[in-house]
T-cell receptor, first 109, second 120 residues
């Protein structure tokens, strides 16, 4: 049972535009959500997180939105840059981290 | 930021041998370390959670006797894949949680760069 889902395996966005990556979860006990960026053959790098008591957290070009009633979170990257091209994992935690399957973002010039 | 290292980064071994992977937190004390396995085009799957000085907690379906985990100090955890077989070939990633930094009551994990294991 996949408790954290990223339904889009890939996303292609033009440089300068907004990238929106989506994530859905099923477990209402999750109280903390994180986004990670991963390059091939490397470990994930933490990007941004949000607590379940908030609905928005912003850090530079990255903003995470949480909609608890819909059990949905999204990561917005504005403006997108070619260096943002990577696989993005969302993760949710209660007592341990559960990862989504990832979305490969490609930012083209 | 916090740094976690893994060694080796890549290992190739013959079937039936054992392989040890080290995970170190370089600039913080990791009260808890996690071991993940990533299959191609799939998510990171948690294998086990290890707390310093105690036995690891394994996820359902992970063989304790095959994947031996030791967390002997606050900066080092090891994963030993015993009697490795080709199906054990995978990308293994460790992470460490800084017990002093709690955000949202849980804290962030810092990941190592991963170890690519290939069993021939």
């Amino acid at each position: 049972d996949q408790q954290v889902k990223q339904n889009s395996p890939s996303l292609s966005v033009q440089e300068g535009r907004i990238s929106i990556l989506n994530c859905d979860y099923t477990n209402s006990m999750f109280d903390y959500f994180l986004w990670y960026k991963k390059y091939p053959a490397e470990g994930p790098t933490f990007l941004i997180s949000i607590s379940s008591i908030k609905d928005k957290n912003e850090d530079g070009r990255f903003t995470v939105f949480l909609n608890k009633s819909a059990k949905h979170l999204s990561l917005h990257i504005v403006p997108s840059q070619p260096g943002d091209s990577a696989v993005y994992f969302c993760a949710a935690s209660a007592d341990k981290l559960i990862f989504g399957t990832g979305t490969r973002l490609q930012v083209f010039p | 930021g916090a740094v976690v290292s893994q060694h080796p980064s890549r290992v190739i071994c013959k079937s039936g041998t054992s392989v040890k992977i080290e995970c170190r937190s370089l600039d913080f004390q990791a009260t808890t370390m996690f071991w993940y396995r990533q299959f191609p085009k799939k998510s990171l799957m948690l294998m086990a959670t290890s707390n310093e000085g105690s036995k690891a907690t394994y996820e359902q379906g992970v063989e304790k006797d095959k994947f031996l985990i030791n967390h002997a100090s606050l900066t080092l955890s090891t994963l030993t894949v015993t009697s490795a077989h080709p199906e054990d070939s995978s990308f293994y990633i460790c992470s460490a949680r800084d017990g002093s930094g709690l955000a949202g009551g849980w804290g962030e994990q810092f990941f190592g760069p991963g170890t690519r294991l290939t069993v021939l």
